[in-house]
């Protein structure tokens, strides 16, 4: 069983910057895949961006791409996301989740446990 919490989130303006901090239970955080998730109301749960074991391996969605940076310490049991210059359309809740697939790693079936989400709100 692994615990996620998730913080970081916040008001703030387009064109600013915000960093999530998503820290996790598990003894083996290191064996989990990493990524991160948005759901803005009336939507369904979107990819945002994922990291492997060790944080050398990422990848993100097409809209956050050149923005929005994922990265971990497995000493610290923590990823991060680092959102900058942010738009109106990044408003969401942002969701941390942890897998051991290495398939599926851009869909939400890809993933077995959540956090709880933190609200993310940027204004125009």
């Known amino acids: 069983q692994v615990q996620l919490v998730e913080s970081g989130g916040g008001l703030v303006q387009a064109g600013g910057s915000l960093r999530l901090s998503c820290a996790a239970s598990a003894r083996t955080f290191s064996s989990y895949r990493m990524g991160w998730f948005r759901q803005a109301p009336g939507k369904e749960r979107e990819f945002v961006a994922t990291a492997n074991w060790s944080g050398g391996s990422t990848d993100y969605a097409d809209s956050v791409k050149g923005r929005f940076t994922i990265s971990r310490d497995n000493a610290e049991n923590t990823v991060y996301l680092q959102m900058n210059s942010l738009k109106p359309e990044d408003t969401a809740v942002y969701y941390c989740?942890?897998?051991?697939?290495?398939?599926?790693?851009?869909?939400?079936?890809?993933?077995?446990?959540w956090g709880q989400g933190t609200q993310v709100t940027v204004s125009s």
């Open positions: 989740a942890a897998g051991r697939l290495r398939v599926r790693v851009f869909e939400v079936s890809g993933y077995d446990y």
